[in-house]
């Protein structure tokens, strides 16, 4: 036990150590909390608490993963696989498969995923006749989701004088009746969606006390891991397990509370003393991922936050080199100017391509990105990107899975009567569909017992009814005896999809058929693996529930290959790489247009800041464009009021403009006035912006503009008149500012008129032809 508590500082291995109540680790970023929370699960198992009587929730199945392999090498494999540890969902989601009969819910309960749900909600919505214009489904979906995660029941919802009035001024009255209906057919369905599983765990435990006793009796230590990151739901379920013994440790950080939009709620772990008397808190300040200067920089700008833990992060790595701050006169030159610094990086320092990360605020910004690292040879990756599971191919073929194990699974069964195409139309399905409603039955009984549920359809299409059933309820009895891996490529044969599939020889279609083989080959690596751990029968139903949970970073296997990285921001929480670029930081870009209005939205917004940089271990290099391609047309971009709340003196911004833009330092307090004063954000500072920006172009590099009036060339007028653009004062020699471009030099002209061309050379494009008459540009010198 000594040599695995010497590998601690003296902070965490006071937090490690102290187990007589409930415990707040407060983990700065890059200070080892998931060495604390694994070497703490060690540490109570070698005081002899049995594994069983260990609860610890992550929030990726990754995460619980790396946690039990690293306990495992302290206390031994069979030790550690006996521990209750997994993503909230996994585990409550055992707990409500022993319990489910009490709620009304078969044992082996589907697990609904996104697509099912959104799929369910437009069949109900269709059957009311609604208008899908008002009743969005993505809408629709996040609103009953809400709902659930804040426990609030579709009966309850109905009985809501508030949500009812909410629902009515935003022209969706009848939302409350689609959820009355989404949540009926789920349990006709035998199917639990996300949010059940944690809206069912609390109605369990509040129903019945004797359940709850159970668990808590079961569950001696309670460990939660991302803190900040739980929503209601979850604060209550783990509230009423640990409130008898208070035997409770949560790891997380305040600065990194990112996912309010989830429903997470930064109030979980700021009030968490408050919650739990006696609590003793664990400060982890010691960063060991980044460099001084990078750490230095995140302190000064999540320090302008009120709402927070109060800590004081500090590295002991080398000092490094001062963040870098970039601007672009465009997007476009701002995707081309990230692309040619990796190269410039990689040739100079020897990086690899995967020791870089571009993260950015919104996945719409990757466009031009993807271009200027194609242009330049540089291979990447989109992280979390359409995954593994979620392809068309793979979800048919889960969703006979999905039937044979639960035949009454309603969204699974509409993906399969037809495909591959067995004479089964939208009209059969729609016929199936209301006789199933008439009667209150599922589908699948419908289908089964024709005569008994009403269901009329004549002889030939009631012989391609059966002849499906007996398909599965062939591999419904097969099922019963064979192990998932016979079961899966049995089902990819007998269903037809694989001859369906191997028919299209075209590159899409090969790209099918290998992702069919994989698949066959993952539920064969899982029984495999399962098998290993002692689980020697392992059937289909275990491979459900492990692939309903998974996640992106779960299922992404890539991250070995050398390709530089590209995802959001919030997407790279948990990550860190040696490069970190971070882009597009500009006012209603980052801080989002949606959160201006809202000081807390604000300091969400600035923690989301404060995650992007602490991602980077020796360089992060921040960019901003001064004009941004938006609803059709170029408009001006200031500077993110984030920049300045960076203490300067970590800050290495050679152009010189960025620090020009000062006059921003004074926007928050601004605009805690301007709310009192009902003054718009965007009035207040708009004249300011842009005169700053039109006024502030004189710097010293190539980057530098005249400071005399700016010539600008008239392309649109030249379009309407046919007429060509007044070039006087263009010539060899003149310096342009181009809209996408940026900065260049002329180096030839040649033609008259209309056909009067350019050749430019750009510093982050090389040279361009140009076509005058068509070219956005302004003369500068």
């Known amino acids: 036990m000594e040599d695995f508590l010497q590998q601690l500082n003296e902070s965490q291995r006071a937090a490690v150590t102290y187990t007589d109540g409930p415990a707040l680790v407060v983990a700065g970023a890059g200070s080892g909390k998931t060495r604390v929370l694994t070497y703490k699960i060690a540490y109570l198992l070698l005081q002899g608490v049995p594994p069983y009587a260990i609860l610890a929730l992550t929030f990726t199945n990754k995460a619980a993963r790396e946690m039990k392999e690293r306990i495992a090498s302290i206390v031994g494999e069979d030790t550690a ?91 969706i009255p009848l939302l409350y009746e689609i959820y009355k209906r989404y949540q009926s057919r789920c349990l006709q369905a035998g199917a639990m969606d996300f949010d059940d599983l944690l809206l069912q765990t609390n109605i369990l435990f509040r129903d019945h006390p004797d359940v709850l006793e159970k668990y808590r009796n079961h569950f001696q230590y309670i460990l939660v891991d991302e803190y900040q990151d739980t929503n209601f739901a979850q ?75 109060n800590k004081t992060v500090y590295s002991e790595n080398d000092e490094g080199e001062k963040i870098r701050v970039t601007p672009s006169y465009s997007d476009y030159e701002e995707g081309y100017a990230v692309a040619a610094a990796i190269t410039e990086m990689r040739m100079n320092r020897h990086y690899d391509f995967n020791d870089f990360a571009i993260l950015y605020r919104t996945n719409a910004q990757s466009r031009i990105l993807e271009e200027a690292l194609r242009k330049r040879n540089i ?124 028919q299209d020889r075209s590159v899409e279609g090969i790209s099918k058929q290998e992702n069919l083989q994989e698949l066959v080959k993952g539920v064969n690596e899982f029984c495999d693996i399962k098998r290993e751990e002692g689980i020697e029968e392992v059937s289909l139903s275990d491979f459900l529930a492990e692939v309903s949970l998974l996640t992106d970073q779960d299922t992404d296997k890539s991250t070995t290959a050398d390709r530089v990285t590209m995802m959001t921001i919030h997407a790279a929480k948990g990550l860190e790489f040696k490069n970190v670029f971070v882009v597009g930081l500009e006012e209603d870009l980052f801080p989002s247009s949606m959160s201006k209005d809202s000081l807390k939205a604000i300091e969400e917004e600035r923690r989301l800041f404060y995650v992007a940089i602490t991602r980077a271990k020796e360089n992060c290099l921040l960019t901003y464009a001064k004009s941004r391609f938006r609803n059709g047309q170029s408009q001006i971009c200031s500077p993110s009021r984030f920049l300045l709340d960076i203490d300067p003196k970590f800050l290495n911004s050679p152009q010189g403009n960025f620090q020009e833009t000062s006059f921003m330092d004074q926007r928050f307090s601004r605009l805690q006035k301007a709310k009192e004063t009902n003054e718009s954000f965007d009035s207040q500072f708009s004249s300011s912006l842009s005169g700053r920006l039109a006024g502030s172009r004189s710097a010293k590099s190539n980057h530098s503009v005249s400071s005399a009036k700016p010539n600008y060339t008239s392309v649109e007028k030249a379009k309407s008149t046919g007429t060509a653009p007044d070039l006087s004062g263009l010539k060899v020699g003149s310096r342009i500012q181009h809209d996408r471009f940026g900065i260049g030099e002329i180096l030839a002209i040649e033609g008259n008129g209309g056909d009067a061309k350019a050749r430019v050379s750009f510093e982050h494009f090389g040279e361009k032809q140009l076509l005058l008459k068509f070219a956005k540009f302004t003369i500068i010198g």
């Open 81 to 171: 696989r006996r521990l209750w540890m997994g993503t909230f969902h996994s585990i409550f989601s055992r707990i409500l498969r022993s319990e489910a009969q009490r709620l009304g819910y078969p044992s082996a309960f589907t697990i609904y995923d996104s697509a099912d749900s959104k799929s369910l909600l437009k069949s109900i919505m269709k059957e009311m006749q609604l208008d899908d214009k008002l009743y969005r489904p993505g809408m629709v979906q996040s609103r009953i989701s809400n709902a659930k995660n804040a426990l609030i029941t579709s009966e309850m919802y109905a009985c809501s004088k508030d949500l009812r009035e909410n629902d009515e001024n935003a022209r």
């Open 235 to 309: 604060h209550l379920i783990i509230q009423k397990l640990s409130e008898i013994h208070q035997h409770i440790c949560v790891v997380g950080d305040d600065a990194q509370s990112i996912y309010s939009f989830r429903g997470a709620n930064i109030d979980n772990i700021l009030k968490f003393k408050n919650n739990y008397q006696g609590c003793r808190i664990f400060k982890l300040e010691q960063n060991y991922r980044s460099t001084q200067n990078i750490v230095n920089a995140a302190n000064s700008l999540i320090d302008k936050n009120t709402e927070q833990i």
């Open 379 to 502: 291979p990447y990756r989109i992280y979390g990107g359409l995954s593994f599971y979620q392809r068309k191919e793979i979800k048919d073929i889960i969703a006979y899975f999905r039937v044979i194990v639960n035949p009454h699974d309603e969204e699974a069964l509409k993906r399969i009567i037809n495909y591959p195409t067995r004479g089964i139309g939208e009209t059969t399905v729609s016929k199936i569909t209301e006789a199933a409603m008439e009667k209150g039955i599922s589908l699948w009984t419908a289908l089964s017992m024709p005569e008994e549920s009403g269901l009329s359809v004549n002889a030939g299409t009631l012989k391609k009814l059966n002849a499906f059933k007996d398909l599965i309820e062939g591999f419904i009895e097969r099922n019963n005896h064979l192990p998932a891996s016979e079961m899966a490529a049995m089902v990819v044969k007998e269903s037809g999809i694989v001859n369906n599939l191997f």
